[in-house]
């Protein structure tokens, strides 16, 4: 199967890295071939230093998985023979849906068509097409290379089919699919974000805590053990499973949300104070924040092979 990706930025880049990494022909798009360009040599170095530290995904060489990657100025040669498109343009609802539209004049039947998108719900962007069928939201989680987990949300008129192909793709290249069963705003991954970020916010601007003792609770403390398991499995694991736990706990917990603040307005004095905060620990210039990222990233990769060992065992 080929796969197009258009727009190479950095999650069209980091998909075409998950896509080779698992042996699938890739296709980048842009419009620009200076973008393209650049795109390969980030892609290449990348590949590299994953190399150099143990971290590259998949069976092949870098070598190998370069082989696989190709790119195009032309949006019809770029999906010419592609059974799976996804578009990784940034999130402008219009500019999305101008995509989809030329899309729909060019692609065949049996062509699945996957959008990016972390927000725009479905329905507003596939609404109208004749091949809304083929259509679905496959939102990766940033950056998608590192963690596994997509979102697969469906329009209202996609086929099942679509759904239980994405889902398949996306196990067969390793990631971590799960498929949402109507859209909503947010999705998943986001609300439950919104939601922590949201009580962060009220806390830090409460005076309750710190911004960065705020991190360490979620870095040291939640945070460890969602990254092997979720809150629902948390509260079967913590009492003598789900229903014991509830009878434990369903009171208090009432009490605590019960307390919560309305929405923030996320501006503000709070705003510049956290900022404050965050630009002590990490200033917020390029070099710094690279920097930063980096090691995110090969925390990130650390775990994941972690994980994968774990799971093996």
Not at 172 to 199: H, M, T
Not at 251 to 257: D, T, W
Request: hydrophobic share 40%; with cysteine; aromatic share 8%.
């Amino acid at each position: 199967a080929d796969i197009s990706f258009l727009f190479s930025g950095l999650i069209g880049r980091s998909w075409a890295m998950v896509f080779a990494a698992g042996g699938l022909k890739v296709k980048l798009y842009d419009i620009a071939q200076q973008q393209l360009t650049s795109a390969l040599e980030s892609i290449r170095k990348q590949m590299k230093e994953l190399e150099e530290s143990g971290f590259l995904k998949g069976t092949l060489s870098v070598e190998q998985q370069l082989a696989l990657i190709s790119i195009s100025t032309d949006l019809k040669a770029a999906v010419e023979g592609a059974t799976f498109i996804q578009e990784c343009t940034p999130e402008n609802l219009e500019l999305k849906k101008k995509i989809f539209s030329q899309l729909d004049l060019i692609v065949g039947d049996n062509v699945i068509l996957s959008s990016s998108t972390s927000c725009l719900l479905p329905s507003k962007l596939f609404t109208g097409l004749k091949h809304v069928k083929q259509c679905i939201v496959s939102h990766p989680v940033n950056p998608p290379y590192f963690v596994p987990l997509v979102e697969i949300v469906p329009h209202p008129e996609t086929d099942p089919s679509t759904t239980e192909r994405t889902y398949v793709l996306m196990k067969k290249i390793g990631q971590s699919p799960v498929k949402i069963n109507r859209e909503i705003e947010g999705f998943v991954l986001n609300r439950l974000q919104y939601a922590v970020i949201s009580e962060a916010w009220r806390l830090v601007g409460e005076g309750v805590v710190s911004p960065t003792d705020l991190d360490v609770v979620m870095s040291d403390g939640l945070g460890m053990r969602y990254a092997f398991i979720g809150p629902l499995e948390t509260m079967h694991l913590n009492a003598e499973g789900i229903s014991n736990y509830c009878e434990r706990y369903r009171e208090g917990m009432r009490c605590v949300l019960n307390t919560f603040g309305p929405v923030p307005e996320f501006s503000g004095e709070i705003e510049q104070k956290i900022n404050q905060a965050m630009c002590e620990k990490i200033p917020a210039v390029p070099k710094v924040l690279d920097t930063r990222r980096k090691w995110r990233d090969e925390c990130l990769a650390g775990l994941a092979k972690l994980k994968k060992e774990m799971k093996s065992d």
